[in-house]
């Protein structure tokens, strides 16, 4: 911060408050960028990873790489896909921190979780 | 041993041979007739339950399963076309059946096609259909609501009813609805209650039919294949002299005796899935193309007054 400080004031006058703005928003975005897409393999009756943990704003995507259909359902419901086909995707983009235990509704012993923390 | 060899158990205290079942089972994927007679397991061979060396049967249904139509992953890429020869051996049985039980899983995706196409094969056969779901027909929007539509009707609960034919007492339940995370196939706490009821008033001496989607013993819960409150169902069947289970969902045939209920599984009409255990997973079992007809099939079964046997001969497709 105190290199910061004095990069502006180096600055003109003008120009610092656009520059400080910039500063203040490029941090999350960054972060965001580097974590806000995952991909959960489904294959051989087994979501991969099946422990996940997350950043709130990540959108995880299962993807169904088997020859049967499976389906996403989460234990509280707060998702549910519907049937995946062969390649069929889901998403679902998590905004609060906690755990989501999720599992196949059409083979229950397939089961997942996914942890979002800041 | 020869798969014409009959079996003439002879009984345990309990009155099951259990070198007899034993020995049954290790032809049972060519072909086997598995009967009850007097709630007593008898087996023998396919080729002599041809040669008709039973005593001719006062009424025979029959049993699909699997069906899978608008499957067509590499396992088999046509599950409509062997449905169609399924149906149509069972068109050329010299004795048609009197009705045919499927045990789900009609459609693969619960698409309105799907089952369209399903339906009209199957009413070539030619004789009435009693459903029960599988997994895969429950997947539309509505969750099980374009089953209900078509197949549900008489039917309490997620589509579970019991009906009468020539002194037997068939049940089809319902184990696909409502699973748990981690769990198995459930039944549920109503319809637990419902076949209570609907057996209070029966003797005895009833023989009983319950069929369902998956199977409502233990096959390998690692894959799921059970029903959690399954044992529960059966101990309300106690009572009765001769119990049969009807299952589907593991695409080969398995069988089991315990007391008096005996177990059968059915293969599919569309493709194979491997032995327990035997694979990474449950998925399709891709055979060479030439033996997939081995893997698939139908099963018909006996019921003789007098006698009394309860006999399933499940008869592959093709070899």
Redesign the interface.
């Known amino acids: 911060m105190t290199f910061i400080s004095f990069g502006i004031s180096r600055m003109a006058w003008m120009a610092s408050p656009v520059l400080v703005g910039l500063l203040l928003v490029a941090a999350p975005q960054l972060a965001a960028a580097a974590t806000s897409e995952v991909t959960v393999k489904i294959a ?3 979501f991969s990873p099946a422990d996940l943990t997350i950043t709130p704003g990540t959108t995880v995507t299962w993807v169904n790489n ?4 499976h ?1 996403v359902v989460e ?1 509280e419901k707060t998702f549910r896909s ?2 995946l ?2 390649d069929d995707k889901f998403s679902f983009t998590f905004t609060n921190p906690g755990e989501f ?3 196949c ?5 397939m ?1 997942g979780k996914i942890t979002v923390k800041k | 041993m020869d798969k014409s060899d009959k079996i003439r158990p002879t009984k345990d205290e309990d009155g099951i041979d259990r070198r007899g079942f034993l020995e049954c089972m290790t032809w049972a994927g060519t072909g086997v007739l598995w009967a009850l007679a007097g709630g007593l397991p008898q087996a023998m061979g396919l080729s002599t339950a041809l040669a008709a060396e039973t005593p001719a049967a006062p009424f025979t249904f029959l049993q699909i399963s699997d069906s899978h139509v608008g499957f067509s992953k590499p396992a088999n890429p046509d599950a409509l076309a062997t449905l169609r020869e399924a149906i149509t051996r069972i068109k050329e049985l010299p004795k048609k059946p009197s009705f045919m039980i499927h045990t789900g899983d009609i459609s693969h995706l619960s698409k309105d096609i799907e089952f369209d196409n399903a339906d009209q094969l199957i009413k070539e056969a030619g004789i009435p259909v009693f459903y029960v779901p599988g997994e895969h027909d429950l997947l539309d929007d509505g969750q099980g609501k374009s089953y209900l539509d078509r197949y549900g009707k008489g039917s309490k609960g997620a589509g579970w009813y019991s009906f009468d034919q020539q002194g037997v007492h068939y049940i089809g339940l319902v184990n696909v609805v409502n699973l748990k995370a981690g769990g198995l196939g459930n039944l549920g706490a109503d319809q637990l209650q419902w076949l209570q009821d609907d057996v209070a008033g029966l003797s005895a001496e009833t023989p009983i039919v319950v069929f369902a989607h998956i199977p409502l013993w233990t096959v390998y819960p690692d894959w799921g294949w059970g029903t959690s409150d399954g044992a529960q169902a059966l101990a309300l069947l106690k009572r009765f002299g001769s119990v049969t289970v009807l299952n589907g969902h593991i695409h080969q045939v398995m069988q089991k005796v315990e007391g008096n209920i005996a177990f059968h599984t059915a293969r599919s009409t569309a493709f194979p899935q491997p032995e327990p255990g035997k694979a990474p997973s449950p998925g399709p079992m891709k055979v060479p193309a030439g033996d997939l007809r081995k893997y698939l099939g139908i099963a018909t079964v006996d019921f003789v007054r007098g006698g009394e046997p309860l006999a399933i001969i499940d008869k592959p497709l093709a070899g």
């Open positions: 051989n009756f087994t088997d020859d049967i259909p389906a234990t519907k049937a086909d062969t235990s999720y599992f509704s059409l083979h229950p012993h089961t």
